[in-house]
């Protein structure tokens, strides 16, 4: 079956910690995104990447890491720079159809 | 500067009814729009798109109605079912790129 895998499904970290979340895809996309969610602001974008070893910065990059070394992965890093990291993160991979993305499941992070 | 907006957070319709959900956007350079569904706690899924070439796009009991004139995309479901509730959003592609816009959602609940 082809997909988004989004691990993990639950996060808690501790203030002033990194965090990587991950996200695979056997879809064989080239591009991929990280979108973050949070009630009333829809979905906003944080990094994209369109090639391996290539990525660019979306509307909200400040306290975010990424890295694209395999076409399948697209790990975002949260770092203790971020100042309002709880929210619901959410992984998309593109086709070149006018479907647009397929998402990921998500993964909910929440800093006590 | 919300380039899509969905101005109503939530729309309540009696199974059997339409359900219209409605998409505002400040951008020309838009070249398909798009229609998301979107359970708790998962990703996103595809449910409908449009071109911005084209005035209407049908799809089983989805509709998406285009009026470039007044930049406003809305999407009709009929007859809803309460299977239908959830949240919906609508996204806008940014012409050239792979870059989607999303709006900020519209929750609808599906009443027996």
């Known amino acids: 079956d082809g997909g988004i895998t989004q691990s993990p499904k639950y996060l808690f970290r501790k203030e002033g910690q990194n965090v990587t979340l991950s996200c695979e895809q056997n879809?064989?996309?080239?591009?991929m995104y990280w979108y973050r969610q949070d009630p009333g602001q829809g979905l906003r974008l944080i990094y994209y990447s369109q090639i391996v070893n290539d990525f660019q910065k979306g509307d909200i990059a400040e306290g975010y890491s990424v890295s694209r070394e395999k076409k399948e992965s697209f790990p975002l890093t949260v770092t203790s720079a971020q100042k309002n990291p709880t929210a619901f993160y959410l992984c998309?991979?593109?086709?070149?159809?006018?479907?647009?993305?397929?998402f990921g499941s998500g993964t909910r992070l929440t800093v006590v | 500067d919300q380039q899509v907006k969905q101005n109503s957070p939530s729309l309540s319709v009696q199974e059997g009814r339409i359900s219209i959900l409605n998409c505002d956007y400040t951008?020309?350079?838009?070249?398909?729009f798009l229609w998301y569904k979107k359970y708790p706690a998962e990703g996103p899924t595809f449910l409908i798109s449009i071109s911005s070439i084209k005035d209407k796009n049908e799809d089983g009991r989805f509709t998406v109605f285009l009026n470039k004139s007044a930049k406003h995309l809305s999407l009709h479901i009929v007859p809803s079912q309460p299977g239908d509730s959830a949240v919906y959003f609508c996204a806008a592609s940014v012409y050239n790129t792979d870059k989607l816009i999303f709006g900020t959602g519209t929750r609808l609940q599906v009443f027996p």
């Open positions: 951008n020309s350079m838009f070249d398909y």
């Open positions: 879809l064989n996309h080239d591009a």
């Open positions: 998309a991979s593109k086709t070149d159809r006018e479907d647009g993305y397929t």
